[in-house]
């Protein structure tokens, strides 16, 4: 209030002013096209999309000196000023956006906070905001009038951790009416700073699987998306950048590793009808979760028969002493890669029915270029996998919602 | 910043550091013994709690001018300004807190902002921050070593609103594995502002249930919590004060007991093993879930033979031309309340196996006496009922929480 009184003419406000007229007259110009976000909470008609994609965001906020938007990849690269009209409200309308969802937050004067119009997601350790723009393909993730599986949230004692965890289940149309018949098993897991609830709420992955189950593409499967984090608080024991030695990570993960074989999959297959044997047995994670994927499941491969690494960075060695930078940019070797799983490959090819690998054409060079190193020097080693690129999508949940579309088929087969 | 620059040694800024100061040494002192809330995101060591309940909350805006926190009434009578240290950190503590969960949130240079530290719960029609306060007789609704029921996330189509619906199933433990066995059902609903998740996230119905049927006191039963709004656009269709005419209310409500008897109903008998009858079959809501519940289930006695109104503020004809205020004042009338539902008691004994009402005793007085004032006019006319009454909490959920406690096991006896 000070400064707003200081400066009531001064050259900052004479331009604010102007931009206030542009954007006022920009804002009434498109809301007749343009549709409040699937995102936003019931009845909040911001952030609003157009038709190309461009978005509105806006908050009140008479008193603030700076409001700006920043947020996921996909959302341009921000954070993007936003301008205050003389009503008291901040607005900014972003280029097209990549189709798919994106966390984002307001920066009010230095501090980010989510915006009060949007749901909540679990991503970067804590609630935010999420901004769900449309795809033009984006159909095979919609809510059809087809039959619908169930989302059931299972709560179970963990022996390895000494604490309660929280995972949820999703069983496939079908389940309760047929009473004996059993179905394979899916472990599917989301990355670093997220949780249990994200392959469903960022990722709708029970919409796709209900529509892949609907058209006939893929086999009716029962799904667990467990918390990727073995210890007593719920979180990664560690957190990790760059410079941190890749055997820390790998530490923080064989708790996970502990989780899975010990609590969770004995769990599941006394609470649901699962197949329990390796054959009908897949895990799959995304970024954090597919580095997990890799040292988990490649290491039990008397588990797992389906190995997927959507966007997993690729680390070969969990004990290694490099960093995390280093290890990343490493050439792949295929001999003593995960423990040599893929020194034998006519052997790996026999005994593992899929290995799958994914990326987004705009992730971080570091990210794809280790994936795609690791998948070509597989295949010069005649290791059989699956390659699934994403067109124009970056280290996002566009990327991973595909990439389901694009494995729940090859899964059980 | 530029205010900073202009006011580095004036008055006001002498007095937050003096103040400051003496925040400081307060907060060093507290640290052995508080601890962080149930309620916060993993690992945030904020918003803190003390063995007295006193709670001190946090947040870094070293820009801001000014940062209060407020909330739900247990919170106290705030909102609260913080205190800015040197190191940017606002900070307050509040005398003791009623126990229980409280919806509360920053106000933060005049917007009100979710705690970035808090998970976040569907409360006044978005998502804001929650505080767990705990309860020495909270053990109820811990998560125990007794067997566990699921929530299940069920989709159905609605042909009365022409959208997606989402609800919330709670089956009781062993429904997997009996098969056979029937459950009789309870719709559980949330109050205004709140959504289909205010049950299991802030109620914790689940662990409640979970207990009372570990322990022998309540029947395994199936739950359903739907969302308390039957528009296309999942809220109601108006926003009410104390200014609006009952009957606008009473219209708004109506689109939901459509959605209750025509598609709610059928999809959950059709989906879970229900006795599908009006014996094993309970409605109960919390403040507008108890008002919906009174003009659905007294309207339907055919279909509902428990009836529970938690803090339900009391209107006795839906289509009453008086305004809310009016009408929560207005004496309660046995004979023409609720479409003479009451008229004749002892067949209205007969027919409901239970008429449960309920309210806190810190409560608004407008809500409260209402309840008050119906219960005594319904006894005196010989009216069978049960009120129980929560001591020291308000219109929030930890009174809701113990009522469900002694609901429960008063249901399909």
Chains 1, 2 share one sequence.
Not at 288 to 306: K, R, S, V, W
């Amino acid at each position: 209030m000070v400064c707003d009184r200081l400066f009531p003419r001064g050259a900052a406000a004479l331009a604010a002013l102007a931009l206030t007229l542009v954007q006022s007259v920009a804002h009434a110009q498109a809301d007749a096209t343009s549709s409040p976000a699937a995102s936003n909470v019931p009845g909040a008609i911001n952030p609003r999309i157009y038709p190309d994609r461009r978005v509105t965001f806006e908050i009140t906020a008479p008193n603030a000196r700076s409001v700006l938007v920043a947020g996921g990849d996909g959302l341009g690269h921000g954070p993007f000023p936003m301008i205050k009209s003389a009503d008291g409200v901040w607005r900014v309308t972003l280029p097209p956006v990549v189709p798919g969802f994106h966390y984002y937050w307001f920066i009010l004067d230095g501090v980010a906070v989510s915006d009060p119009a949007s749901k909540t997601y679990f991503g970067y350790g804590k609630e935010i905001s999420g901004l769900e723009a449309p795809d033009p393909d984006g159909d095979f993730y919609s809510v059809k009038a087809v039959p619908h599986g169930e989302v059931r949230e299972k709560w179970y004692w963990s022996r390895v951790t000494g604490a309660w965890r929280r995972a949820f289940v999703y069983t496939p149309p079908g389940y309760d009416s047929s009473r004996t018949r059993r179905y394979p098993l899916l472990i599917l897991q989301h990355g670093y700073g997220e949780d249990e609830t994200g392959w469903t709420r960022q990722g709708k992955a029970q919409f796709i699987l209900d529509n892949l189950i609907a058209a006939g593409k893929a086999k009716p499967m029962i799904v667990v998306m467990d918390r990727g984090y073995g210890s007593k608080t719920g979180m990664l024991a560690l957190h990790f950048d760059n410079d941190t030695p890749v055997k820390e990570i790998g530490r923080a993960f064989d708790a996970f590793d502990h989780v899975v074989l010990r609590d969770l999959i004995p769990t599941i297959d006394a609470s649901y009808r699962t197949i329990p044997d390796r054959d009908h047995r897949a895990m799959a994670g995304l970024s954090m979760g597919g580095m997990e994927t890799l040292f988990i499941a490649l290491h039990h491969q008397d588990e797992f028969a389906y190995i997927a690494s959507l966007s997993g960075p690729i680390v070969q060695n969990p004990n290694s002493s490099q960093s995390l930078a280093a290890a990343l940019r490493a050439p792949f070797d295929v001999k003593s890669a995960y423990g040599g799983s893929f020194a034998d490959a006519s052997r790996f090819n026999r005994r593992v029915k899929l290995l799958w690998m994914g990326a987004g054409t705009a992730e971080p060079a570091d990210f794809r270029l280790g994936i795609v190193g690791a998948v070509k020097a597989l295949r010069a080693h005649r290791v059989h996998l699956v390659y699934f690129e994403s067109r124009g999508t970056a280290h996002e949940w566009q990327t991973w919602r595909r990439d389901l579309k694009d494995l729940a088929p090859r899964l059980f087969r």
